[in-house]
């Protein structure tokens, strides 16, 4: 039948159990238990009472067989005439249809083959599928339905479903192991009243009873540093920041950001919580630290190699750490990048490098250090060389995946940088330096480690997926 066809003869079946007087969109079933927990503790003639989707029906004469499923797992359920009665029989096997919702009550017992089983006695109806689901192979092959329609997705594939649950335990498993060091996991504002803490363009929006114009948050960077002004010595924050940008495999405009900063430390001490960290999370989620990305089998037992970000763009593009932006572009331009701009701002051009170098990057997890302090204006600078920066980049299998510096707590040389990028920005990136942060800096931060890590990145790593979209449960996509 075509898919209006079957949707009108759904409709017309909800029509009908209303007419009879039964609920198609019934309330909770009482008893509830997970299909998980039933096949785990497995014993035959015990009652149980279950809900879930119906994702398959067989018809055997005086005989029905229903898969059900429930976030959980999936059981078979077996329906008999001369059990539920001639009336109730012809209910299920006329009205009820793959993608319903209902819930049993029956005696658990093992077919002749050995597979768990449901004899049912009862059941109701807690809600009527006006719509068939699509073909588990044929309906979603289409990748942008799948995107959108979400939640056909998850019905269709255990192997989405995996990756979801799998990103919620790695969420986990980080703040674990934060908490368990001693890190106090605080939340900081979205709406920032000017935009800071990271390069990038930022969303607007508007506040009517102030009158105010806002912005998304870029980062959570400069919040989070205030509260080490205030003494809070070790804090993170798991949430969404934003930027109005490019979509790509590796990019998303809402995206979910770890942010970790540590008073009296430095960029060494956060390449070595980087280290732990991921290792961490990787014996946690995975069991061990040896995984394979995209057929790449990665070892992500620490140490770490590290490669120097002055010296990889010497080497690839002449570029030396006191040229201007302009001169960057030029000797960028005479390599084949950036071939049809005419003026970039550092930020712009340290984004150019970095899409380079990223696709340079060989399958070991890599700190990129020695960067460019024209490049860093957060971070500081090295005691022996002043135009190279306390900072690290790290790489695996190519994906960029966290930032970390040795944080400026210089009020005079921050407000300093902040005035000399402003110069620098297009038109477009203007932004006004914060000078309230600044004010909490003159009251004194101690020195300071900061690290942040992209966590769709990570979950991309751990689950194994080509693109950020796959692992973000609902990605920003074009309307149709």
């Not at 014993?43 to 005989?63: D, F, P, T």
């Not at 989070?224 to 790509?248: A, C, Q």
């Not at 120097?308 to 390599?335: C, H, N, T, Y």
Request: one cysteine or more; charged letters at 30%.
């Amino acid at each position: 039948m075509e898919l209006n066809e079957i949707i009108q003869q759904r409709k017309q079946k909800v029509n009908s159990l209303e007419k009879k007087g039964i609920a198609v969109y019934d309330r909770i079933f009482p008893g509830r238990m997970d299909i998980a927990s039933v096949l785990d503790a497995l014993q035959e003639g015990r009652k149980v009472s279950l809900s879930g989707r119906i994702m398959a029906k067989r018809a055997h004469g005086k005989a029905i067989f229903l898969d059900l499923r429930d976030s959980t797992g999936k059981i078979q359920l077996y329906l008999k005439e001369d059990i539920l009665g001639e009336d109730r029989f012809a209910l299920i096997n006329e009205f009820v249809d793959i993608a319903d919702i209902i819930g049993v009550v029956g005696e658990l017992f093992k077919t002749r083959t050995g597979e768990p089983t449901v004899k049912l006695e009862e059941f109701a109806i807690l809600s009527k599928a006006t719509r068939p689901l699509p073909e588990k192979w044929h309906g979603l092959k289409d990748i942008e339905l799948r995107y959108r329609q979400r939640y056909l997705d998850l019905i269709a594939n255990e192997e989405v479903k995996k990756v979801f649950l799998m990103r919620s335990r790695i969420i986990k498993a980080i703040r674990d192991f934060l908490n368990n060091t001693g890190f106090l996991e605080v939340e900081t504002p979205m709406m920032h009243s000017l935009p800071g803490g990271a390069a990038g363009r930022p969303f607007k929006t508007h506040h009517n009873e102030y009158d105010l114009e806002l912005y998304l948050r870029i980062a959570p960077e400069l919040y989070l540093k205030r509260l080490l002004v205030g003494g809070l010595d070790k804090v993170y924050e798991i949430n969404r920041s934003f930027r109005n940008e490019g979509v790509s495999t590796r990019h998303n405009p809402e995206f979910t950001m770890l942010e970790v900063y540590r008073a009296y430390a430095n960029y060494e001490d956060m390449m070595q919580l980087t280290q732990e960290l991921i290792a961490y999370v990787a014996r946690e989620v995975c069991g061990k630290t040896e995984i394979t990305y995209q057929g790449k089998s990665i070892d992500l037992n620490p140490p770490w190699q590290r490669r120097a970000f002055s010296e990889m763009v010497r080497e690839k593009f002449g570029i030396e750490p006191d040229d201007q932006a302009a001169v960057m572009l030029k000797k960028l331009q005479a390599k084949g990048f950036a071939k049809n701009k005419k003026r970039l701002s550092r930020s712009q051009v340290a984004k150019v490098i970095e899409d380079v170098l990223e696709q340079d990057m060989n399958v070991r997890p890599t700190f990129v250090t020695d960067y460019f302090t024209s490049l860093c204006p957060l971070a500081k600078t090295r005691s022996d060389n002043p135009l190279i920066s306390e900072r690290f980049e790290l790489y695996i299998a190519g994906l960029e995946i966290g930032n970390a510096y040795s944080e400026l707590n210089d009020p005079v040389e921050q407000k300093r940088r902040f005035q000399a990028e402003i110069k620098e920005l297009t038109d477009d990136e203007k932004k006004r330096v914060d000078e309230d942060y600044i004010l909490a800096l003159e009251y004194g931060m101690p020195p300071a480690g900061g690290l942040g890590i992209g966590i769709d990145r990570l979950v991309m790593l751990f689950t194994d997926q080509p693109a950020i979209r796959d692992v973000i449960l609902f990605p920003l996509l074009r309307p149709i």
